[in-house]
C-alpha cells in the first residue's frame, strides 16, 4: 500500500509498504478520509513529539476490510471513525478515569502508524460505527469534534453565558456550533484572516472581529459587558493565550484548546488570576467523548454541510500539508483512494 511516511524533522515521504499482520483484537481499514491537522504541521515542523518513523494521520475513518479473530462488534463493510488515541487502562491516571492522561498513551498517527496511507490497522475498541451513508470527508472531523466537546464540557458553559472564541479556524468553527448547542447566549469570534471570518459568520457566530484592529479589545468588552463568561483560546500562541486572560470577565473561565510549540512561554500578571479569580483550565484530547461526537453528528446537531474542506489525493500530501499551513480552507482532508 501507499503511505506518507513521518522520518523526522520536515521529512515527509510517500512509500509503498505492506500491510503488516492483523492482530487478533484489530481491524483492517480502507481509509476513506484523513484529515490534516495543526499537530500534523508542528511534528513535521519538529516542534511535537512522534514516533519515528511512523505514518502520520490521526482524524480518520474508513470501511473495514478484515476483521481480527477476537473481533466480535465489526464486520468487514462497515464504515468506521476512529479514536486515535489508545489508553491502557491500568496506569493511575486511568484507573481515576482521567484517561487521556494516561501515561502509556499511545496514538494512532503519532506514535503507531496512522490514516495517511491506503490501509490502516487500528484495535476493534477504538473504532465508532457510522451509517453507511454518513458523508465520508466529515468522517475526518469527528475527532477534532470529539476533543472540541471536551474543551466545552471544561468550558462549563451556563445558558445565558458569553462566549469569546479566539480564532475562527476548523476548531473555532467547531466550537461555535458546541457552545450555540450548550446554550451562550453571544458568541464572539476573534479572526485575522478575511474568509474564516465569513465562515464564522455562516456558522453562527453573532459577532465576527479582527483582532488586529486596535478597537478590538473595547469592542468585545462593550459587547459582553466586561468580558466573557468564557474565553476559549483556540489559536495556540503565547499572545492569544495572554489576550484570553484579558478578554475574560471577573470570574469567567479560561479554556487552553489551541496547541502552541511546547518550547514557546508567556509572562502573566499572577494578580490578574487571583483578582479576576479566573478559572483557566488545559483542554488535552478527547476523553470519553468520542462517542458523544458521533452522536451529535448522526443526529444532525452538529451540522458541516458546505464547510470548506480542500481535499488531496495521498499523492498530493505535500500539496495538502502546504494547503493546510497556508490556511487556503477551513480543513485540508486526504482521501487515499481517490
Ligand atoms: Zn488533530
Ligand atoms: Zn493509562
Given at each position: ?40 504541521l508542528k511534528i513535521l515542523n519538529g516542534k511535537l513529539h512522534a ?17 481480527g479473530q477476537y473481533v466480535r462488534t465489526l464486520m468487514p463493510g462497515n464504515f468506521v471513525a476512529v479514536d486515535p488515541n489508545i489508553v ?251
Open positions: 500500500m501507499q503511505a506518507a511516511l513521518y522520518a523526522g524533522a520536515h521529512r515527509l515521504q510517500l512509500i509503498e509498504k505492506p500491510v503488516r499482520k492483523i492482530e487478533k483484537d484489530e481491524v483492517l481499514l480502507k481509509v476513506s478520509a484523513c484529515g490534516v491537522c495543526g499537530t500534523d514516533k519515528l518513523p511512523v505514518i502520520l494521520g490521526h482524524e480518520f475513518g474508513g470501511i473495514v476490510v478484515e476483521c491502557c487502562g491500568y496506569c493511575r491516571f486511568c484507573r481515576r478515569g482521567k484517561v487521556n492522561l494516561c501515561e502509556n498513551l499511545q496514538a494512532l498517527g503519532v506514535d503507531i502508524d496512522g490514516g495517511f496511507a491506503e490501509y490502516c490497522l487500528a484495535p476493534a475498541q477504538q473504532c465508532y460505527r457510522l451509517p453507511d451513508d454518513f458523508p465520508s470527508l466529515q468522517a475526518a472531523l469527528l475527532e477534532p469534534i470529539s476533543c472540541g466537546l471536551y474543551g466545552i464540557r471544561l468550558a462549563n458553559i451556563q445558558p445565558g453565558n458569553s462566549i469569546v472564541i479566539i480564532g475562527g479556524g476548523m476548531i473555532g468553527i467547531i466550537m461555535i456550533q458546541l457552545a450555540k448547542l450548550f446554550g451562550a447566549s453571544l458568541i464572539i469570534v476573534t479572526e485575522v484572516d478575511e474568509h474564516r471570518q465569513e465562515w464564522a459568520k455562516q456558522f453562527g457566530a453573532d459577532l465576527v472581529i479582527n483582532p488586529q484592529k486596535p478597537d478590538a479589545e473595547k469592542v468585545i468588552f462593550t459587547a459582553t459587558e466586561g468580558g466573557g463568561d468564557v474565553v476559549i483560546e483556540c489559536a495556540g500562541s503565547p499572545q492569544t493565550f495572554q489576550q484570553a486572560i484579558r478578554l475574560a470577565a471577573n470570574g469567567g473561565t479560561v479554556v487552553v484548546f489551541g496547541v502552541s510549540a511546547n518550547d514557546q512561554t508567556i509572562s502573566v500578571a499572577p494578580y490578574e488570576i487571583y483578582r479576576k479569580n479566573l478559572d483557566i483550565k488545559g483542554s488535552f484530547l478527547n476523553p470519553f467523548t468520542f462517542q458523544d461526537a458521533v452522536q451529535l453528528m448522526i443526529s444532525k446537531k452538529l451540522r458541516f454541510d458546505g464547510l470548506d474542506i480542500g481535499y488531496f489525493s495521498l499523492q498530493e500530501i505535500e500539496k495538502a500539508f502546504e494547503n493546510q499551513r497556508q490556511k487556503k480552507n477551513l480543513k485540508t482532508v486526504i482521501l487515499p483512494h481517490e
